[in-house]
């Protein structure tokens, strides 16, 4: 039970708990005390695994550490002890309160050794976040909060019945590699592919972080998708479907991130984007592809976190990031404008940035699987990434027409965090191998051989010249006031109207189907009840308890969907 205590997690969930007793002063203290804290133990802790608790007539192995394990657990402390120094300024305790609990919800979840602690950790992470989102107090930012926890409990349930499906069928709860045969998987699989934001499952993600707090939309940024790539490589590693669907993340979100107008949105978009470069290399599941995948997540989590911080400070700073009501602020906030720089160059994979090294890895265990129309893909969604994040946001935001917004530069904390965020990132596109040190597998590989610095500046400079032609000519869309609707129309504009009609139908009994019936069909059917009903029959059987958790899922599922607003 002692070796159970000793968890990192419950550092900071204990601690963010009791942040409220403190004043002031103090309670920043013990802020950036905590990550400190918290990492130290974790590199004191043993490798291996330790915290067995008994629950329900189950072992949970509430810590495993390995290396996997290990290097999201690091960052997952550097991205909150980045985001407590961001957040200096604030004096919004339930702000303070609920980071703090979801930084460490989503350690515990890396460091869970089976899947019912996992989804303990996980739905944590979900009830905690959504306070990130309320924090801004809007009738706007509450709907879309609404919103997010219905996408995020959904998550949860799909989750718990594909454990107990798995458990009644296996009688394990082990975290380990699956299959997507085995049974409960398939349901485990769709909970981390909502959380990882796959195609036509993302639209929480776009919705919910430009709608967040200042601060909050960056600490969001560095835990949840990132969490569910951990899950996918622990769980799913090497399964081919995952390399279709990551290269499907990895385009899409270009083309509504070129049109979009709200920069948070457009970095909401990239983010999409980013995590179909990890989602590959785990699909690829060869041991360069999953260092790639937790390098990449890795630096991920520090340039965008970095680009999130930088137009959060243009939000404090001018009350918008709408690049159609920027421009010029390089004039005022000089800083932040570098940093930003800095950030976009890291995720557009320049050399001696951190991208390059991270990205270049999945591009070189996809080339060694011969996967060649997904590393064209991959190497086309590059290019896309230098036009929206690498250009468009620095560009729309502090240099294009000047606005003439004249403002204060960001406060002295938020600079410092952004200082030391670039700093990591141009130090890993330095000097990589701390980075590598890391990584789960022993790294044989250099980023920096001819051939990929030179396939990299030619497609940097292709993609560059590209914008730069179409913004000359006129032809690059137009940053207009607009909300652009991708596939979350579906449920928007389709459903609510489906949904209205049926309710207006089931409003008039004359036009039920069931009353149109013949008399004869009619029978039929009340026969088909009354066979599968009556004691005996099918539905009025035992059923098993796995079976039982699937429909409440489904169930659940339905009225939550059905009341989506």
């Not at 590959?280 to 990449?296: K, Q």
């Not at 590598?436 to 001819?450: C, E, G, H, K």
Request: glycine share 8%.
């Amino acid at each position: 039970m002692t070796e159970a205590l000793l968890n990192p997690a419950l550092v900071m969930i204990v601690g963010g708990m009791l942040l409220p007793l403190f004043k002031e002063t103090a309670r920043k203290v013990v802020m950036l005390a905590l990550p400190v804290v918290s990492l130290a133990l974790l590199c004191w802790l043993p490798t291996g695994d330790a915290g067995m608790v008994q629950f329900f007539g189950m072992t949970l192995e509430t810590l495993r550490l390995d290396r996997l394990a290990f290097i999201f657990g690091v960052i997952f402390h550097i991205a909150a002890f980045l985001a407590v120094i961001y957040a200096l300024h604030l004096k919004d305790t339930l702000q303070h309160v609920a980071a703090t609990i979801y930084a460490g919800a989503a350690i515990g979840a890396v460091l869970a050794g089976d899947l019912v602690t996992l989804m303990l950790y996980w739905e944590l992470t979900a009830l905690s976040s959504v306070f990130l989102i309320w924090a801004r107090r809007t009738e706007r930012a509450y709907h879309v909060g609404m919103r997010y926890l219905i996408i995020q409990v959904g998550s949860g349930v799909l989750l718990i019945a594909g454990i107990a499906v798995r458990y009644v069928a296996t009688g394990s709860i082990d975290f380990e590699r699956m299959t997507l045969a085995e049974p409960g998987a398939l349901l485990i699989f769709l909970a981390f592919g909502i959380k990882c934001a796959f195609p036509l499952m993302h639209n929480w993600l776009q919705d919910a972080y430009p709608e967040a707090t200042v601060t909050g939309t960056v600490v969001l940024s560095a835990f949840t998708t990132k969490l569910a790539v951990y899950a996918l490589a622990r769980g799913f590693a090497g399964t081919e479907l995952l390399i279709w669907i990551g290269a499907v993340m990895t385009l899409f979100p270009i083309f509504f991130a070129v049109i979009e107008n709200d920069l948070r949105r457009v970095l909401a978009y990239s983010l999409n984007n980013q995590l179909g470069f990890m989602v590959v290399g785990i699909g690829v599941g060869t041991e360069l592809a999953i260092n790639g995948a937790a390098a990449h997540a890795f630096a991920h989590i520090l340039y965008k976190s970095l680009l999130f911080m930088a137009m959060g400070a243009v939000l404090f700073r001018v009350g918008t990031v709408k690049a159609s009501e920027l421009g010029g602020l390089y004039k005022s906030m000089p800083w932040t404008a570098a940093f930003c720089i800095i950030g976009s160059m890291s995720i557009s994979a320049f050399p001696l940035l951190s991208g390059f090294v991270t990205k270049s890895m999945i591009l070189t265990a996809v080339a060694e699987e011969h996967l060649w129309v997904v590393w064209l893909v991959l190497l086309f969604a590059s290019a896309g990434v230098l036009d929206h994040s690498g250009i468009k946001i620095p560009f729309f935001s502090f240099f294009a027409h000047d606005s003439g917004k004249r403002c204060e530069e960001a406060p002295l904390n938020m600079l410092i965090a952004m200082g030391i965020t670039a700093a990591l990132c141009i130090g890993i596109g330095l000097y990589p191998q701390p980075l590598y040190a890391l990584l789960p597998f022993v790294v044989d590989y250099d980023a920096y051989s001819t051939t990929h610095v030179i396939t990299q500046l030619q497609l940097l400079l292709f993609a560059a010249a590209g914008f730069a032609v179409l913004y000359r000519r006129g032809w690059y869309p137009p940053e207009i006031p607009s909300l652009n609707l991708d596939s979350d129309w579906l449920y928007r504009r389709a459903w609510p109207a489906l949904w209205g009609g049926l309710a207006r139908l089931a409003g008039r009994p004359q036009a039920l189907a069931v009353r149109a019936l013949p008399d004869r069909s009619a029978q039929g059917l009340v026969r088909v009840l009354q066979r599968h009903f009556r004691p005996g029959g099918l539905m009025a059987g035992p059923w098993g308890t796995g079976l039982m958790v699937l429909w409440v899922a489904v169930l659940l599922m339905v009225y939550l969907v059905s009341s989506f607003d």
